[in-house]
């Protein structure tokens, strides 16, 4: 018997939807349910359910909102996650109909511009059978952690030495002025609140993070980047989940020496980050010593609206926070 698809608003049916995850091998869903869903609802969040013919819920599909920018360029985009249909309806038509019937409605509704995911090599098809197409490839990049290494890259850059200090909790109040001071500049990237990232921190992906601010010395007690990260002490290995800087006043290489030196001295061997392959933030990792290790992913995007407005992927500044990996 075909399943029946609705769109809902994110929170309504909120124990069905747990508990499809839970009986499909996904116990931790729950819990990151009520952190990230719920806050997303006010700001637009969208499920849609599955259900068979005896009102079953059985599948689901979400877009979180997401906000983009730069310096005189906005757009609102809607981040697809949690594609699930229980085992008995798991088949390619069925999840290919939820995807169309979500992409159907995010156009016809006008409220975002586009709509991406970083979808799973089995999910990637789905997609393609929604309209969606390949668009870039967040890759991962690294740099080891050796003084003659990095040392060669930062004369090589004329870095401006910046201090360096960790903040640990999302109630710091440092956070907070960090993102009100960091305004948007050249690079198109995701927007940041407190809010986005309680979302994500916690159980989870990043069930240990750190913040760390930096500071130019010579230009006053103003952030001029905030690195959020996540240490892997087993494998003395630090990944920079998200990074925000004022490309207006410093130079990326300069931000990205003082965090290399920072993790180096802390004592880990080798740093991570995700990001646009196709980007020029991706060429300055090059030009700072991080190499590309190949395990990528296709970013798969759907226009929504036709917008001239929306820069090359050259400029975008894309990290492990604006991906659908929880």
């Not at 993102?179 to 990232?197: E, T």
Request: charged share 20%; glycine share 8%; net charge positive.
């Amino acid at each position: 018997m075909a399943l029946q698809f609705e769109r809902c608003a994110v929170g309504a049916f909120a124990e069905e939807i747990k508990a499809l995850f839970v009986r499909n091998d996904a116990a931790g869903f729950p819990t990151f349910y009520e952190r990230a869903y719920s806050r997303t609802a006010s700001a637009g969040g969208i499920s849609w359910i599955a259900r068979d013919g005896q009102g079953k819920l059985v599948g689901h599909y979400a877009a979180l909102p997401r906000a983009f920018h730069s310096e005189g360029r906005q757009a609102r985009a809607a981040l697809l996650v949690d594609l699930l249909l229980d085992r008995v309806h798991r088949n390619f038509w069925s999840a290919a109909e939820l995807c169309r019937r979500a992409a159907a409605d995010l156009r016809k509704a006008g409220d975002f511009d586009f709509a991406y995911s970083d979808p799973s090599p089995v999910a990637r098809g789905i997609m393609r059978a929604a309209g969606f197409t390949e668009r870039g490839t967040l890759e991962r990049f690294a740099a080891p952690l050796n003084l003659l290494y990095n040392g060669f890259f930062h004369v090589k850059s004329r870095a401006v030495s910046l201090t360096v200090e960790r903040i640990g909790g999302l109630d710091d109040r440092r956070v907070a002025q960090a993102l009100s001071a960091l305004r948007p500049g050249a690079y198109f990237q995701g927007q940041r609140s407190v809010d986005l990232y309680a979302t994500r921190l916690g159980l989870g992906a990043l069930p240990t993070w750190e913040w760390l601010l930096l500071q130019d010395p010579h230009a006053g007690a103003t952030p001029c980047a905030l690195a959020l990260t996540a240490p892997q002490p087993d494998k003395r290995v630090l990944r920079i989940v998200d990074l925000l800087w004022d490309d207006r006043s410093l130079s990326l290489v300069s931000i990205l020496t003082a965090v290399t030196r920072a993790a180096r001295e802390h004592g880990y061997r080798r740093l991570n980050i995700v990001t646009l392959a196709e980007s020029a933030f991706a060429s300055t990792l090059k030009r700072c010593g991080f190499i590309g290790r190949g395990d990528a992913l296709p970013l798969f995007w759907l226009s929504l609206r036709q917008l001239d407005t929306l820069p090359p992927l050259h400029d975008w500044v894309l990290t492990e926070l604006d991906g659908s990996g929880w």
